[in-house]
C-alpha cells in the first residue's frame, strides 16, 4: 500500500501565482526590469573591479565574487519563473527541479560565507592597518574566496543528493515559485526528519557562523572607531565599511524574518508554504542582488570615481 501512493516523477507543477493572472503579468513584467538591473548593475561593478588598478585589492577581489555570485543565484531562478509567467507550462522537470535546487543552494551558502570573508576583511583593514597587506595578501584573499565557494557547492550536493533521494507521492504540485529545498522536502512520502537535521547542521555551519564572523568583526570594529576622537575621522573610516554592513542587514534580516516570523494555524497544520513566505523569498532571492550594486556604487567613492572614469574612456574612445 506504501508504495501505490508513490510514483517516480518526471515533473513538478510549479503553483506559484496559478489562478493570478493578472498579477501573473504585472510580476513578470517586474521580474524582467530586475533582473536586467541585476545584469547591468552586477556586470559593470565586475568590470570595473577588473579594468581599474585602484580597484585592485582584497574587498574589491570580494566584492567581484559577490556581483558574479549575485547573476549566477538569479540566473538559475528569474529565467524559468519568468517563463512559467508568461506561459501556461507552469512544470519543471525533475532533474531541472534538482539542478535549481542545486544552484539556489551553492549562491546562496557561498553568499552567506562570503559575507563573513568580507567582514573580515574590513575588521583588518580598519582595527589593524599596518598588517594589513601582510595578512590580507593574494595569498590570503584569493583562496578564501575560492574556500566560499568550495563550501557552498560541497554543502549544496550534500543535500540535493539527499533530497533527489527520497520518495515523492502523487502530489507533485510545489506551492512555491521555484524549487525551494523546503518546499520540495514536503512532497516526500518518507520520513525527512533526516533531512531536517542535516540542513540544521548546514544552517548552523554555514549561516550561523558566518553571521557570529561579522557580529564579532562588527563589534571590534565599533569599538575601534569609538576610540577615534573626531568626528570627521570616525565618519571617515565608518565609511570604509557601511555599505557592507548595509548588505549584510538586508540579506540576514530577510533569511531571519523569513524563518523565524511566527506562522499562522491554517499555514501549521496544511504545512504549506505561506504566500508571505513565497514573496519574502522571492525578496530575498531578487531584490538583495539588485540593491547590492547601487549601495556600493553610491555609498562608495572608489566606485564611483571607478564608473566615471569608465565612461569617460569609452566617451573618448567614440
Not at 81 to 97: A, D, N
Not at 170 to 186: D, G, Q, T, W, Y
Request: net charge positive; aromatic share 12%; glycine share 6%.
Amino acid at each position: 500500500m506504501e508504495w501505490d501512493n508513490q510514483t517516480i516523477l518526471e515533473e513538478f507543477f510549479l503553483k506559484g501565482l496559478s489562478g493570478y493572472p493578472r498579477l501573473e503579468l504585472l510580476f513578470s513584467v517586474l521580474i524582467l526590469i530586475m533582473y536586467v538591473v541585476i545584469l547591468l548593475g552586477n556586470g559593470t561593478l565586475i568590470l570595473i573591479s577588473i579594468l581599474d588598478s585602484h580597484l585592485h585589492t582584497p574587498m574589491y577581489f570580494f566584492l567581484g565574487n559577490l556581483s558574479f555570485l549575485d547573476i549566477c543565484y538569479t540566473t538559475t531562478s528569474m529565467p524559468s519563473m519568468l517563463v512559467s509567467f508568461l506561459s501556461e507550462r507552469k512544470t519543471i522537470s525533475f532533474t531541472g527541479c534538482a539542478v535549481q535546487m542545486f544552484l539556489g543552494l551553492a549562491m546562496g551558502t557561498t553568499e552567506c560565507v562570503l559575507l563573513g570573508m568580507m567582514a573580515f576583511d574590513r575588521y583588518v583593514a580598519i582595527c589593524n592597518p599596518l598588517r594589513y597587506p601582510v595578512i590580507m595578501s593574494k595569498g590570503s584573499y584569493v583562496p578564501m574566496a575560492a574556500g566560499s565557494w568550495i563550501i557552498g557547492v560541497i554543502n549544496s550536493a550534500v543535500q540535493t543528493v539527499f533530497v533527489v533521494q527520497l520518495p515523492f507521492c502523487r502530489n507533485k504540485v510545489i506551492n512555491h515559485f521555484s524549487c525551494e529545498i523546503l518546499a520540495v522536502m514536503k512532497l516526500a512520502c518518507a520520513d525527512i526528519s533526516g533531512n531536517e537535521f542535516i540542513m540544521l547542521v548546514a544552517t548552523t555551519l554555514f549561516i550561523s557562523t558566518p553571521l557570529l564572523l561579522i557580529i564579532i568583526s562588527y563589534t571590534l570594529i565599533i569599538v575601534s572607531i569609538l576610540k577615534i576622537r573626531s568626528s570627521e575621522g570616525r565618519s571617515k573610516v565608518f565609511s570604509t565599511c557601511s555599505a557592507h554592513l548595509t548588505v549584510v542587514i538586508i540579506f540576514y534580516g530577510t533569511i531571519l524574518f523569513m524563518y523565524m516570523k511566527p506562522k499562522s494555524k491554517e499555514t501549521l497544520n496544511s504545512g504549506d508554504v505561506d504566500a508571505n513566505d513565497k514573496f519574502i523569498s522571492m525578496f530575498y532571492g531578487i531584490i538583495t542582488p539588485m540593491v547590492n550594486p547601487l549601495i556600493y556604487s553610491l555609498r562608495n567613492k572608489d566606485v564611483k570615481e571607478a564608473v566615471k572614469h569608465l565612461l569617460r574612456r569609452k566617451v573618448f574612445n567614440k
